[in-house]
């Protein structure tokens, strides 16, 4: 799909472009001439929109000291309020030109000035990228719901980067908790995975992929999928079905809820520890209290007293 024609009456509908011929109706070079002689009271008034040597060259010279001091050129540009594609073109020699208000927003940028860029160790995002490919979805998929590059998809899921932004951090965790339990289409994307020996949404618990120390558990059950609906209230039955993430955490919630299991028994039924079985009923209250709902444990579990416990002994 071609990109929209400029509207009548403005400069760029008369200049038009490489493979639409300007328009020279009376609106567009009336606003043509308008926009010429702006630009040539600018520069008598000192103040031209397009940077000299000067300038250009000052601002080439703070963006490799920005550099030098750790930023990249995603940092730079996002700092500036400009593309990232114009700061790698300034810094290779792609660009000779830029624009004296690009100029000063780049020239504004402290060597300290993350806007928003925060950095955070990427060992978790690699992780969920490698089952998202281990699930079958495409680069392309993923792209569209993380909207990151592929080259950036593909780059976090091999491990490019030890630390990553905190914005790639989340918009990859949203796309896993949508895709994670959902086979792709693509048989490439998981043989892809394979050869690389990646691991599935259920070799990590929630509560360690983020931890570059955990280990995946190998012996995990592939997320098969199971026939029919109701898969957490068939599991609650007895009946021998695979729990996606949802359905788990479902489970999860209605044993802290309605049953007078420990904490210990309600994870061994799940196979986590009593820790993050603890931890994922703590985020299930807070995600309720949140939406305006309370949960709390509606059995009664007595505890025994110390005296009580010295008789019992």
């Known amino acids: 799909m071609s990109r929209p024609l400029p509207e009548h009456g403005t400069p760029a509908r008369y200049k038009g472009r490489q493979d639409v011929a300007g ?23 000192g103040n031209p929109r397009s940077a000299d040597a000067t300038l250009f060259r000052r601002t080439l010279r703070h963006l490799r000291y920005l550099v030098a001091n750790d930023m990249s050129h995603a940092q730079i540009g996002k700092s500036a309020g400009v593309s990232q594609s114009t700061v790698s073109q300034l810094l290779s020699g792609q660009r000779t030109s830029l624009m004296s208000d690009t100029a000063r927003k780049l020239l504004a940028v402290e060597a300290t000035d ?8 990427a060992v978790g995002t690699m992780r969920r990228l490698q089952a998202l490919y281990w699930m079958g979805h495409r680069s392309q998929t993923i792209a569209d719901r993380t909207g990151l590059h592929e080259d950036t998809v593909l ?7 030890e630390r990553t932004t905190s914005d ?4 990859v965790l949203q796309a896993y908790d949508e895709l994670a339990m959902s086979y792709g289409d693509s048989p490439r994307a998981r043989q892809f995975a ?16 983020d931890d570059p120390h955990a280990v995946p558990s190998t012996d995990a059950v592939a997320p098969v999928v199971t026939e029919g609906g109701n898969v957490a209230a068939r599991w609650l039955l007895g009946e021998s079905v ?28 799940l196979d986590m520890t009593s820790d993050a079985a603890s931890r994922a ?12 709902r309370r949960l709390w444990r509606r059995v009664y579990v007595p505890r025994l007293k110390q005296n009580d416990m010295e008789e019992a002994a």
Not at 194 to 209: E, F, M, R, S, V
Not at 253 to 262: D, K, M, Q, R, V
């Open 114 to 121: 993350r806007s928003g860029t925060h950095m955070a160790p």
């Open 23 to 45: 328009c020279r109706c009376r609106p567009c070079t009336k606003a043509a001439s308008r926009a010429d002689a702006e630009r040539r009271l600018d520069r008598l008034a």
């Open 155 to 161: 780059g976090l899921a091999r491990g490019r980067w």
């Open 168 to 171: 790639r951090v989340s918009a």
């Open 281 to 292: 009923w703590e985020r299930i209250k807070a995600k309720a209290a949140a939406d305006g």
């Open 194 to 209: 394979a050869d690389n020996n990646w691991h599935g949404p259920l070799a990590w618990d929630d509560d360690t992929i």
């Open 242 to 269: 695979i729990l996606g993430r949802e359905d788990r955490r479902e489970v999860l919630a209605h044993l802290f809820e309605w049953t007078g299991g420990s904490p210990e028994e309600i994870a061994a039924r």
